[in-house]
């Protein structure tokens, strides 16, 4: 960004502080990169680093905000060893250059799983060969994050699943690959409950009468977040069983004894309908 300060200009959206350069500083003007690099600096109009920022009412990132002062690597005839190269460098150096810029939009990064894993923002962006339509990454979602997580593919094919596959939900609307303050990666919602109140919000509440484990323990405690054998993501294939976990209530000569109509016979939810919590009734019956 000092070249970009050079001209007089300064993108705004994101931090893009520096001094005034000079030539002593090793820099050139920024149109001198598009002669010998024209397939590049064409395309680069469009991308955000140069359109986005000056919707954004900055002056755009240019070349030597990302590769560093080119005036060497010029004279030099294109002196690939005088300029910076992504794929030499380590993924922390990778990640330190991109978040002079991004720190602010992605403060959590470096303490993230992928950070600490060696994942870095190349691992899933790329500035300029991505994916159209995409923040500049290299393959879209879910296939991008399938490309390592092999693991959690099958749960998407479940019989019961969040239709990531289909395009209706996506990873990033549960997770933050850049870091966040939960475990895996789980963004959170405004009252620090679970993600998932963001897009069920019936089942948040208040209510009167809570379930008490849905905001203790979380819906984790009977749902399974990705996909399921189970009917309604739950983690039972037997709702009764699913709550005899934490209940047993077969009292004789109640409604949960022995009789046409009991606990035996009949699941729990059929008459404890409001399983999320209730305003009428205490025992979610209504
Ligand atoms: C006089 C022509 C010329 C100018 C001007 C020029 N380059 Fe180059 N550049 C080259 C040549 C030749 C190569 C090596 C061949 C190649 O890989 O494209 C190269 C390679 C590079 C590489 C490494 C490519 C790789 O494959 O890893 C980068 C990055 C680069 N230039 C960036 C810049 C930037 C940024 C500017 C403007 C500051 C610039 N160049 C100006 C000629 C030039
Ligand atoms: C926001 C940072 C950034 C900016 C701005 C940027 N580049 Fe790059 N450049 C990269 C990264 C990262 C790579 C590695 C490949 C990739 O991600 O596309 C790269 C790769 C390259 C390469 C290697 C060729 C290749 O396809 O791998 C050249 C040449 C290059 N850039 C030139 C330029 C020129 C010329 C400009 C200005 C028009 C520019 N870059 C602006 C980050 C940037
Ligand atoms: C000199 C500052 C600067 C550097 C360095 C920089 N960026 Fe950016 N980046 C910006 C600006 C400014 C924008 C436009 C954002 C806006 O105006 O909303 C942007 C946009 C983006 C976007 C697209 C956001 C969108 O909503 O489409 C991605 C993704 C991104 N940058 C990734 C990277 C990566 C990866 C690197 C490192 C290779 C990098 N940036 C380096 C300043 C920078
Ligand atoms: C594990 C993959 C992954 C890594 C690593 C990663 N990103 Fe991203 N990034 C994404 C995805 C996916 C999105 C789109 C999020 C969405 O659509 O909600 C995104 C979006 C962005 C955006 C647009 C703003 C936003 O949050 O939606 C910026 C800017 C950005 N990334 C920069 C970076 C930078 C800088 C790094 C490295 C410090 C980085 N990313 C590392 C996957 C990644
Ligand atoms: C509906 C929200 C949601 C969606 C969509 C989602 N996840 Fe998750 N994911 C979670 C929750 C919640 C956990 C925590 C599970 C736990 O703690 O038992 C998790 C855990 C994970 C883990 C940790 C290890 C594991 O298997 O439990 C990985 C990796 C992961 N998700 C990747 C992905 C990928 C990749 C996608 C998209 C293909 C995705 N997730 C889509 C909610 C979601
Ligand atoms: C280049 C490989 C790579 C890509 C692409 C990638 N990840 Fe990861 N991810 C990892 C590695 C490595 C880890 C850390 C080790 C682990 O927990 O598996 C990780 C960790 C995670 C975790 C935390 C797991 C935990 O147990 O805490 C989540 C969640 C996650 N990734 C989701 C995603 C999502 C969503 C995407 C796509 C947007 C994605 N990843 C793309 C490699 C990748
Ligand atoms: C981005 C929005 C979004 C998030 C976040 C989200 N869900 Fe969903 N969820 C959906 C959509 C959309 C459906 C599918 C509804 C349909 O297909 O009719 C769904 C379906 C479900 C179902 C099955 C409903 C049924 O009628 O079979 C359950 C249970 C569920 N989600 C629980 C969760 C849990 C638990 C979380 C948090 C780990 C969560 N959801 C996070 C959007 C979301
Ligand atoms: C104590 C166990 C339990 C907890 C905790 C729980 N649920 Fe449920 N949930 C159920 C049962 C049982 C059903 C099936 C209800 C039915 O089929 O009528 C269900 C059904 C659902 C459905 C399907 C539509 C509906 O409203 O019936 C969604 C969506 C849902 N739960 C989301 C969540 C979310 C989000 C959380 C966390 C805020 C959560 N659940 C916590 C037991 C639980
Ligand atoms: C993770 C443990 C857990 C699971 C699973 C669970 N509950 Fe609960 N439930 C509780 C706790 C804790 C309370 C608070 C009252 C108590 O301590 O008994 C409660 C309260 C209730 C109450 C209200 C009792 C009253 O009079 O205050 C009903 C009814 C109830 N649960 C039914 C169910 C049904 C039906 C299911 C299965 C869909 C279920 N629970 C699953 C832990 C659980
Ligand atoms: C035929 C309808 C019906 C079925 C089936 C049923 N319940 Fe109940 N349950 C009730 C009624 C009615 C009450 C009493 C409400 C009251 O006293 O206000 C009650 C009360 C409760 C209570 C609170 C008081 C107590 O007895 O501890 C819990 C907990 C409970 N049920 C759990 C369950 C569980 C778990 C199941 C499934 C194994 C189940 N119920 C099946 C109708 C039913």
Redesign the pocket.
């Known amino acids: 960004?000092r070249a970009?300060a050079k001209d007089g200009k300064q993108?705004?959206?994101?931090?893009?502080t520096?001094t005034a350069a000079s030539p002593a500083d090793g820099y050139v003007s920024n149109d001198t990169c598009a002669r010998c690099h024209a397939n590049i600096a064409g395309p680069f109009a469009n991308?955000?680093?140069s359109?986005?920022?000056?919707?954004?009412?900055?002056n755009?990132?240019?070349c030597q905000?990302?590769h560093g002062p080119g005036k060497a690597h010029v004279d030099g005839g294109g002196d690939v060893t005088k300029i910076i190269r992504?794929e030499k460098l380590t993924p922390q150096q990778?990640?330190a250059?991109?978040?002079?810029?991004?720190a602010t939009?992605h403060p959590n990064f470096l303490r993230s799983p992928h950070a600490k894993a060696n994942v870095?923002?190349?691992s899933?962006?790329?500035?300029h060969k991505?994916v159209p339509y995409?923040?500049?990454?290299i393959a879209e979602q879910p296939n991008l994050c399938y490309k390592c997580h092999v693991d959690v593919k099958p749960s998407f094919d479940m019989p019961f699943h969040h239709r990531v596959n289909e395009g209706v939900v996506k990873c990033s609307d549960c997770h933050n690959v850049h870091g966040t303050f939960l475990p895996a990666n789980l963004r959170n919602t405004a009252d620090q409950n679970m993600v998932c109140t963001k897009c069920h919000m019936d089942v948040r509440g208040p209510f009167v009468y809570e379930h008490v484990p849905v905001r203790a323990d979380g819906c984790l405690a009977c749902h399974t977040p990705h996909g399921s054998q189970n009917a309604r993501l739950l983690n039972m294939p037997n709702i009764n069983q699913l709550c005899n976990q934490c209940h047993s209530p077969v009292s004789a000569g109640t409604v949960h004894g022995m009789n046409e109509g009991s606990s035996e016979v009949t699941t729990c939810i059929d008459c404890h309908t409001y399983i999320h919590g209730s305003n009428l009734d205490q025992a979610f019956l209504k």
């Open positions: 960004m970009a993108a705004s959206a994101v931090e893009t520096g991308n955000p680093h359109k986005l920022a000056l919707e954004h009412g900055g755009g990132v240019t905000s990302c992504f990778v990640d250059t991109c978040l002079k810029c991004h939009t870095s923002c190349l899933c962006h790329s500035i991505s995409t923040t500049l990454l």
